[in-house]
């Protein structure tokens, strides 16, 4: 009789494909856009049949959850590094994560994966739910390094402090990000930005 192969032998192929079509889709996006990130493009271009795709993600909603996700993942665990590295001083640690975020907007992938899910997230329920998720985390991991700080501030100030933090940094990625036009002025930006954060953690009431 034909050996059934067990689940162990399944599952690791499974999910191998998986990220397979998750960095298909996200390559795509990061060089065409997110309009070409299509169900039936993604399996063109991973040469599977559009049921096998749809075996893995059965609706683009799923698809783009797991894309988030994926792109999500290694900042937090990034942010978990930085924290730890920080050897318990909490400016050392918020210091650090604005360093890298900021760093990091200076990448391609950064400067053209975000604004393209912004766009998205304007027309699209799946994607603006994707959005606030991203941004709910990222904002929890400020608040969490905020309040290691400042652990007498209230919950309602300690947001909107993350939230101004998270605005200030995503709103640079027009200006500094990737080949853009002021790029040269990347470091300054970075000393005037945690100056600014650093001063308004410690300083607020």
Not at 14 to 37: H, M, P, Y
Request: charged share 25%.
């Amino acid at each position: 009789a034909p050996k059934v192969p067990s689940s162990q032998t399944i599952k690791p192929f499974t999910s191998a494909r998986k990220d397979q079509i998750i960095e298909v889709a996200k390559k795509l996006i990061i060089d065409e856009g997110v309009s070409a990130v299509t169900m039936r493009r993604v399996a063109r271009e991973l040469g599977i049949s559009p049921g096998n795709l749809h075996y893995h993600f059965p609706n683009y909603g799923l698809m783009l959850t797991a894309i988030v996700d994926a792109v999500l993942a290694p900042y937090l665990t990034k942010f978990a590094a930085l924290k730890a590295e920080s050897q318990g001083d909490p400016v050392t640690a918020l210091t650090a994560v604005i360093e890298y975020v900021l760093d990091d907007l200076g990448k391609k992938e950064t400067t053209i994966f975000f604004p393209e899910l912004w766009a998205l997230a304007n027309r699209d329920d799946k994607a603006e739910q994707q959005m606030r998720k991203l941004y709910d985390i990222y904002m929890s991991v400020l608040v969490g390094l905020i309040n290691n700080i400042r652990p007498d501030l209230n919950k309602k100030r300690t947001k909107e402090i993350a939230l101004f933090i998270c605005a200030l940094i995503e709103g640079q990625t027009v200006f500094i990000g990737y080949e853009s036009t002021h790029k040269q002025h990347r470091r300054a930006l970075k000393d005037i930005t945690l100056t600014t954060v650093l001063k308004l953690v410690m300083e607020t009431d």
